[in-house]
């Protein structure tokens, strides 16, 4: 069977492909390793991840999305060509069209850079839509309705806030404040707090067991090791989720201000409507534990977290590409 449609959530930490009437083919992590004396890609998904943090000088393991956008174009079309080629299969020989998601806060420059990495990656038509647009249709919300709805989408490089209504964004707001700040923000406050260094990988995975985003009465701890900063020697330690809430609520503060920024904006009758539908949380850094409460607390608004939160952008691009000449009105054009 020929795949000639293909939709891709290309996230800043993962990336989900879409291929209809197949689900989803690819959930993999958005690295590529690289080897430096040739510049020859190694290993691409979940297999350059295993390498961060491991590898030796001559080989180098990038994320070649930055906050969303694409930081460096030659990766990121290298990457593109593996996940569709992974999709496609080796004996495709149809060339496939694309939905690709993009950042809300996306530059013309940075739109027409993804759209010419995937048509050089493989690509017969590449089309861009924003991701609130695409994480609210996987999320089951009705866009084309009259009725005004919120979605934040928290991914790896950005959080999306957006107030939709007639297939529309009314109002919007992207700011580079996600899930790898969150990674970024347990390293400091170990290093801070215990004098020791983690990598990247040990911080998503502390955030993971025992991260939330309220302090909780009966606290969750996990184990982890580090380098003592003072001896240069491993060091067992423990660190609890009142901890990890202390780190992270700078950033989700700063998310929450975006929030309100996009109340401010929003019309009143939309307003209304938010306040009695509620808002919906997606994206993978949803799934950190009271994140919905957070915002209940803040916004005394009702909030959920999406079915599958992480998923609901590729869903998103899965609806756009099993419809693509009805949704064509609401995609970017292909300039």
Same mark, same amino acid.
């Given at each position: 069977?020929?795949? +000639?449609? =293909?939709?891709?959530?290309? %996230?800043? /930490?993962?990336? *989900?492909?879409?291929?209809?009437?197949? @689900?989803? #083919?690819?959930?993999?992590?958005?690295?590529?390793?690289?080897?430096?004396?040739?510049?020859?890609?190694?290993?691409?998904?979940?297999?350059?991840?295993?390498?961060?943090?491991?590898?030796?000088?001559?080989?180098?393991?990038?994320?070649?999305?930055?906050?969303?956008?694409?930081?460096?174009?030659?990766?990121?079309?290298?990457?593109?060509?593996?996940?569709?080629?992974?999709?496609?299969?080796?004996?495709?020989?149809?060339?496939?069209?694309?939905?690709?998601?993009?950042?809300?806060?996306?530059?013309?420059?940075?739109?027409?850079?993804?759209?010419?990495?995937?048509?050089?990656?493989?690509?017969?038509?590449?089309?861009?839509?924003?991701?609130?647009?695409?994480?609210?249709?996987?999320?089951?919300?009705?866009?084309?309705?009259?009725?005004? +709805?919120? =979605?934040?989408?928290?991914? %790896?490089? /950005?959080?999306? *806030?957006?107030?939709?209504?007639?297939? @529309?964004? #009314?109002?919007?707001?992207?700011?580079?404040?996600?899930?790898?700040?969150?990674?970024?923000?347990?390293?400091?406050?170990?290093?801070?707090?215990?004098?020791?260094?983690?990598?990247?990988?040990?911080?998503?995975?502390?955030?993971?067991?025992?991260?939330?985003?309220?302090?909780?009465?009966?606290?969750?701890?996990?184990?982890?090791?580090?380098?003592?900063?003072?001896?240069?020697?491993?060091?067992?330690?423990?660190?609890?989720?009142?901890?990890?809430?202390?780190?992270?609520?700078?950033?989700?503060?700063?998310?929450?201000?975006?929030?309100?920024?996009?109340?401010?904006?929003?019309?009143?009758?939309?307003?209304?409507?938010?306040?009695?539908?509620?808002?919906?949380?997606?994206?993978?850094?949803?799934?950190?534990?009271?994140?919905?409460?957070?915002?209940?607390?803040?916004?005394?608004?009702? /909030?959920?977290?999406?079915?599958?939160?992480?998923?609901?952008?590729?869903?998103?691009?899965?609806?756009?590409?099993?419809?693509?000449?009805?949704?064509?009105?609401?995609?970017?054009?292909?300039?």
């Amino acid at each position: 069977m020929f795949t +000639n449609r =293909i939709g891709i959530d290309l %996230g800043t /930490t993962n990336t *989900v492909v879409f291929v209809p009437g197949r @689900g989803f #083919v690819v959930n993999e992590p958005t690295i590529v390793a690289l080897s430096l004396p040739d510049n020859n890609v190694m290993a691409v998904g979940r297999e350059a991840k295993e390498m961060i943090g491991r590898t030796p000088g001559d080989i180098a393991a990038y994320r070649p999305l930055k906050d969303g956008v694409v930081a460096d174009y030659y990766i990121t079309r290298a990457m593109l060509k593996y996940f569709i080629n992974k999709a496609t299969g080796p004996w495709n020989l149809v060339k496939p069209d694309v939905v690709i998601s993009v950042p809300a806060g996306i530059t013309a420059t940075e739109r027409r850079a993804v759209i010419n990495a995937a048509q050089e990656a493989g690509a017969k038509n590449a089309y861009v839509v924003r991701e609130p647009l695409l994480a609210a249709l996987g999320a089951g919300i009705a866009i084309n309705s009259s009725s005004g +709805n919120m =979605i934040i989408n928290i991914g %790896g490089g /950005t959080s999306e *806030v957006a107030v939709i209504s007639l297939g @529309g964004i #009314v109002c919007w707001s992207s700011i580079r404040v996600a899930g790898n700040k969150f990674d970024e923000a347990v390293m400091g406050y170990i290093k801070k707090k215990y004098g020791v260094a983690i990598g990247e990988q040990s911080a998503e995975a502390i955030k993971i067991s025992a991260g939330s985003a309220m302090p909780l009465k009966t606290k969750l701890e996990v184990n982890f090791r580090g380098r003592d900063l003072v001896s240069g020697l491993p060091k067992d330690l423990t660190i609890n989720s009142n901890e990890i809430a202390e780190a992270l609520n700078p950033y989700l503060a700063d998310i929450a201000a975006a929030v309100q920024g996009v109340f401010n904006q929003t019309p009143p009758e939309l307003v209304a409507d938010v306040m009695e539908k509620g808002i919906i949380l997606s994206g993978g850094t949803a799934n950190l534990r009271h994140i919905d409460g957070f915002f209940e607390r803040i916004f005394n608004v009702p /909030t959920y977290v999406a079915e599958d939160s992480i998923l609901c952008v590729a869903k998103g691009s899965g609806i756009i590409i099993d419809h693509l000449d009805v949704y064509k009105r609401t995609l970017l054009n292909k300039r």
